[in-house]
């Protein structure tokens, strides 16, 4: 049997598959702990999060070829700031979908928490703090408006999210009566801008971020529960976990995460105007499936997540960078993410056969396929 | 008697062996049925019975033996072929697709050319109903009838089908007295027409009016078929048990002399199928659940573990004990071990780690932080406490053997230190060596001073493991059995001839006064968002136009229609693929490819003849696209919204391409064609509003709506009654596209000119005015007529905004409140009807 399992590392049946088979065939077999040892270091190859790591390596290593400038330190400290930007949204978008929700206020939260910080402050470092309370509390109010949509009312997330951005169009287009030219305060472009130990705050702050929330996941009481939750809601409600508590809860960090991404921006680009937020939907639900993560929900990884708002930055920066019109630029994305979670779901549901069986048998077996 | 497979035989199985992984189902089982005759099945739990009715359903393969249905063989394992023999399967728990109403349930049975025309319909359908007994509206949504009436309406298909073997799998377990009796006549009736019916059920007394003979399964062969009148109950009951302890158990501990005060007491209990049940355990004591499955066993424990509403007292150790809430139930010390391991128990995706310590992550933290190394202790003690066999302590919990994963499941629960444990059905799916380990510490549980109540469907283990047996009949408690009257014989008996009835719940929907029925009815028809967002527009017409006399047949009005036209089109289409429990993201930029398409083709000079090619060649390009989408969805299995996604990026790309800048006026006397107007109603208005006519009516009366909506309501469920799942999903698809393109021809008349930027934001808006029109994005339920009325409440909040002296931020508020509000509303409505429904699956 172990022997077997031993040959079968090459053959591309997955671990879990494997194993079970083998516990059906001998249930009393004892398996000893080397074997788990191996299998982990196996687990973790064939982990949905590990592929955007070869992925993002291979990209940076043939970027000079396709675009010889888009390494050289001028593209990428322009790059670079986009990249945590985006990473730090994505990480709130992760949060939601673990919960399988997907959240479609992200450029509501965003453009308005860039006027905010903006706008207040009129240009000047004394009104900072207090609004970045603001943002803050504009935060909070969006996430606990969309838990209680998700929770209370009962609405889809896809369709409470939608709403809730409508709502917060609204409150923008309230407080600025249609305009904006509000430029930020100095030491918000300073911490944008500025570097500390040669790397640029942008990135420090969006690695701090997902490191933190990495940790908080894997080892504080309430992130071990948040990750129950997202498994298996069922069973968390039986096991006693406020499950509704911990929904609410992750919009309201999700809103914050969004908030923290727009300060940065609106400190980076400037005069954000009306719509910041509105580059930041897509590719935050991209970052997460290019991370690994699935909408069906459940699991998730924030760092898998942050290597895939890198890796679609850098995407685009290539292509820009080798001349192609933005046409182009949208072509390959598309086929990236298409390809990518086509391979996935190959690597995960058995083989091409089973897709080609499918189409050649169409209407004889329904789909039970992941939803993702 | 005549031997089996003899000719007058409607169902005849001969010798049918069926192997599962090793085990045994069937060995070499013969049984058949004649022409005008009742033929009961009966047998324990795990006998064999549904798997020798899967059989002969076609829907397993047996290893060997044959089936044969009318006197003609069936050559393939393949439900429809069985259906086309002439055999009906009536299950336990309905196939019935809950979006679609109940004359539409029963037409799906028919083969299309057997159904009758539309005008007839509802006659016939009542008639149907009529002769099961059953008095539900054919137009009455199927999600919203009681359970009763959902086994009704499976009967009728069944007999809608003249099938000539009938196969009913303990039809009137939900059914109340009255209801019985309706259909035990009705059988009776079948019968007289010379069909043959198999009947299977747990209850003597109904078997005893019924059959003419009766088969008796114990553990996977025939123990005896006799004539209905020429044998005793007991006899039967002989049959039945007798099953062969294949398992040892813990030994039990000495009954003492006076009974012990009871640690655990829980008296009065009143809720959904409970009826006054008194459950108490003393100290050491294991007391056991038992009965035919669905007979309230379940429900006492989940309504104890506070997943239920229960009424009635709760102590614990004297203390009385709140189990509202699972989390109160948990505090107060009481654990439910669900029999759901899958979806209730595990955290599949998650560590034998993880899962182990689930619940006692606050006592294994310092200041919030979980302490991983006493965490990895700890569950590694439990491991090897509770011999779980995994590789690791890191593998995934859906890797391991389903003993060893309910083993995981109670080491967690031991861990959390419980005074109560309710246990539901702990050895399901549980390989026999690890059966014996759970026993094990289930004893040792009661042994260390938990009171320990268990559910299983399965008497020999309760024989075998309890200190006293409840046995449930509906609801009730029929017979406390304890001692050496624990016997499996003693169990078995006690469940199968108790004569306890349902009675009519009283909080039924059915028993509501009948124009309240019918005004609730329409509310939660998909009509009703329609008429209220009518009234919304018509309310907010009558504002501006009070204010603004001007306002109504003016060109802000004609200009305002064509907008809602364009953004109608768009979540028409969008409604399809809702309609499928799908969705298309690409709409938005199929709508802005198509206006890039038109700048090439109908330019100043090509006239209508260039607008024709260009409409052309932007449908072929829509039917590529729903072709593209319905790929990557079905095949590829990408869901619908990453698919979408996909597929938008890419139109936008094409876009850019085509026109890297806005170019390319489109000729003014195409324009201006399009948007001609009857006085302040433009054309294409009316053709949206036709189009949303006639596709509801499509989507009601033809066969091919209710398909789409059968696909939409369930899957599954659909394929299993006929309906024909990709093909309907790629059509949806591809119509979807198609009326993205309409909205896009429109929406290049009001530009006028090949901007590559348009159209993405007619996505979110078209998905928007669809759910506001009352569609569900979970399938089955929504109206075009609907989805227009959203699109143009969409449009006139925009236009009438500044008229009415609101700020410009109420363009964004109202459609968001109404999206929120609206969505909350019909989600309640919809919960509402199921709850009423009164299914708990």
Known sequence: MRRMRAHCVHGGTSMSVEQGRGRVGAPGEALSWHVGARGRARAALRSPYFPIWPATALLFLVSPLIAPGSMGTSALSSTVPFAAILAIASVGQTLVIQQRGLDLSVPGMISLATIVITKYPGGLDSGLASAVALVVGASVATGVVNGFAVTRLGVTPLIATLGVNALLLGVILQITGGSSTAVPAPSLVSLAFDKTAGIPNTVIIAAGVVVAVSLFMRHTVIGRRFVIVGTNSPAAYVAGIPVRTYVWGTYVAAALFYSLAAVLLAGYVGTPGLSAGNDYLLPSITAVVLGGASLAGGAGSVVGTALGAVFLIQLQQDVFGAGAPTSVQYLIQAGVIGSAMALRNLRAGSDLRHAVGRLLHRGRLPATGPAT | ?841
């Open chain 2, 1 to 841: 008697m005549p031997a089996p497979g003899s000719h007058d035989a409607l169902l005849c199985l001969t010798d049918i062996v069926k192997t599962y992984s090793g085990v045994r189902a069937l060995s070499g089982v013969s049984f058949d049925v004649r022409s005008g005759e009742v033929h009961a099945l009966l047998g324990e739990n795990g006998a064999g019975k549904s798997t020798l009715m899967a059989v002969a359903a076609g829907a397993l393969a047996p290893d060997s033996g044959t089936v044969e249905i009318g006197g003609r063989r069936l050559e393939r394992p393949v439900p429809s072929d069985a259906q086309s023999l002439g055999l009906s399967v009536v299950y336990q728990h309905p196939s019935v697709l809950d979006d679609l109403t109940v004359a539409e349930n029963l037409l799906f049975a028919l083969a299309p050319d057997r159904r009758p025309a539309h005008r007839s319909r509802a006659a016939w359908a009542r008639e149907q109903l009529r002769v099961v007994g059953c008095d539900a509206d054919p137009s009455a949504r199927a999600g919203e009838l009681s359970v009763a009436d959902r086994q009704l309406l499976e009967i009728a298909k069944a007999l809608a089908l003249d099938a000539k073997v009938l196969v009913l799998d303990e039809p009137t377990e939900s059914l109340t007295a009255a209801e019985a009796d309706r259909l035990i006549a009705q059988v009776h009736a079948v019968r007289a027409r010379g069909a043959a019916v198999v009947y299977i059920s747990h209850r003597l007394p109904e078997v005893r009016r019924i059959a003419d003979r009766i088969t008796v399964l114990r553990d996977g062969s025939v123990s005896g078929t006799v004539l209905a009148d020429e044998v005793r109950d007991d006899e039967i009951l002989q049959m039945i048990v007798g099953r062969p302890m294949s398992q040892t158990f813990p030994e039990k501990p000495p009954r003492p002399s006076e009974p012990l005060a009871p640690h655990f007491v829980a008296s009065g209990l009143r809720g959904h199928r409970l009826r006054d049940v008194t459950v108490d355990v003393a100290p050491g004591e294991i007391v056991g659940l038992a009965g035919v499955e669905g007979n309230g066993q379940r429900e006492a424990l989940r309504a104890l573990a506070g997943l239920l509403p229960l009424r009635g007292e709760v102590e614990i150790g004297g203390v009385r004990a709140d189990t509202r809430t699972p989390r109160r139930s948990r505090r107060a010390g009481i654990f439910y071990l669900p029999h759901d391991r899958h979806g209730e128990g595990i955290f599949g995706a998650l560590s034998v780690r993880e899962n182990l310590t689930a619940l006692v992550l606050r006592e294994l933290a310092r200041g919030g932080t979980v302490r991983s190394r006493h965490e990895t202790r700890t569950a590694s003690t439990q491991v090897d406490a509770f011999a779980v066999k995994t590789a690791s302590l890191e593998s995934p919990v859906s890797t391991l053997s389903g003993g060893n994963q309910q083993k995981v499941v109670i080491a967690r629960t031991f861990l959390a230190r419980p005074k109560v444990l309710l246990f539901d059905e702990p050895t399901r799916g549980v390989d026999v060596g690890a059966r014996m380990e759970i026993y094990r510490l289930l004893r040792q549980a009661a042994d260390e001073g938990r009171s320990v109540i268990v559910a299983s469907s399965d008497a020999v283990e309760l024989e075998g493991l309890c200190d006293k047996v409840l046995v449930f009949s509906r609801g009730q408690v029929v017979r406390v059995l304890t001692g050496p009257e624990i016997t499996e014989s003693n169990i078995t008996g006690a469940a199968i001839t108790a004569t306890v009835e349902h009675t009519a719940d009283p909080s039924d929907a059915r028993s509501a006064r009948p124009r309240r029925r019918r005004f609730a009815a329409f509310a939660r028809s998909d009509l009703a968002p329609s008429g209220v967002i009518a009234l919304i527009i018509a309310a907010l017409a009558v504002a501006t136009d009070v204010g603004h006399p001007l306002f109504l047949g003016t060109r802000d009005v004609t200009s305002m229609l064509l907008l809602a036209s364009i953004l109608a089109f768009a979540s028409m289409g969008q409604l399809v693929v809702l309609l499928g429990a799908s969705l298309d993201l690409s709409v938005g930029p199929l709508v802005g490819l198509t206006v890039v398409i038109l700048s090439f083709f109908a330019t100043p000079g090509a006239g209508y003849g260039g607008l024709a090619l260009g409409v052309l060649v932007a449908g072929a390009v829509g039917v590529a696209v729903g072709a593209t989408n319905t790929f990557l969805i079905r095949t590829l299995r990408i869901g619908p919204v990453i698919s979408t996604l996909v597929t938008y990026i890419a139109l936008q790309g094409v876009s850019l391409l085509l026109r890297p800048q806005p170019a390319g006026p489109l000729g003014s006397g195409v324009t201006t064609g399009i948007q001609q107007a009857f006085g302040p109603i433009p054309v294409v208005f009316v053709v949206a509003v036709v189009v949303a006519l006639v596709a509801d009516r499509f989507l009601h009366r033809h066969h091919l709506g209710s398909e789409l909506r059968a696909v939409g309501s369930d899957e599954v469920r659909a394929f299993r009654v006929g309906a024909r799942v990709a093909p309907t999903l790629l059509a949806a698809h591809v119509v979807c596209a198609l009326l993205a393109v309409a909205a896009g021809v429109v929406l290049a008349s009001q530009v006028g000119i090949g901007d590559p930027s348009l159209g993405t934001d007619y996505t979110l808006t078209s998905l928007a005015a669809a759910v506001l029109g009352g569609a569900s994005i979970f399938g089955g339920r929504g109206s075009f007529v609907g989805a227009f009325l959203g699109a143009l409440l969409l449009q006139e909040v925009i236009n009438t905004t500044t008229f009415l002296g609101l700020a410009q931020a109420w363009q964004e508020y109202l459609p968001g409140l109404l999206i929120v509000l609206g969505a909350g509303v019909y989600s309640r409505m919809r919960s509402a009807a199921v709850s009423r429904s009164g299914s708990t699956t």
